[in-house]
């Protein structure tokens, strides 16, 4: 009933600029904190950065980030962005989305997109 689509990974050089978008779509009531994950290869999944909701939004960034990427949310289009500037080899990963919603049928609960692979190359 609700869904998280991500877009806009790709292969990008080192230094390269990437914007990765997450749209929620379904029956949604609302939608609180939005965040981003990544998953390289052999490793535990990560948080990135949040995001949260209301009228004074504040975010949180993992250190490996900070600097380098921001993120941002549209709630109008319930979407979340992430902007990740100055790509380094060690990016690579699956970045995936994640949302505290609540929906028609559900009180708040995290959902997760499928993920979109970033691969910077050296």
């Known amino acids: 009933q609700v869904q998280l689509v991500e877009s806009g990974g790709g292969l990008v050089q080192t230094g390269g600029s990437l914007r990765l978008s997450c749209e929620a779509s379904?029956?949604?009531?609302?939608?609180?904190?939005m965040g981003w994950y990544r998953q390289a290869p052999g490793k535990q999944r990560e948080l990135v950065a949040l995001?949260?909701?209301?009228?004074?939004?504040?975010?949180n960034y993992a250190d490996f980030v900070k600097g380098r990427s921001t993120i941002s949310r549209d709630n109008r289009k319930n979407t979340v962005y992430l902007q990740m500037n100055s790509l380094k080899a060690e990016d690579t990963a699956v970045y995936y989305c994640?949302?505290?919603?609540?929906?028609?049928?559900?009180?708040?609960?995290?959902?997760w997109g499928q993920g979109t692979q970033v691969t910077v190359s050296s």
């Open positions: 994640n949302a505290n919603i609540r929906s028609l049928s559900t009180t708040y609960q995290d959902y």
């Open positions: 379904g029956r949604i009531v609302s939608v609180a904190a």
């Open positions: 995001i949260s909701y209301g009228g004074s939004t504040s975010t």
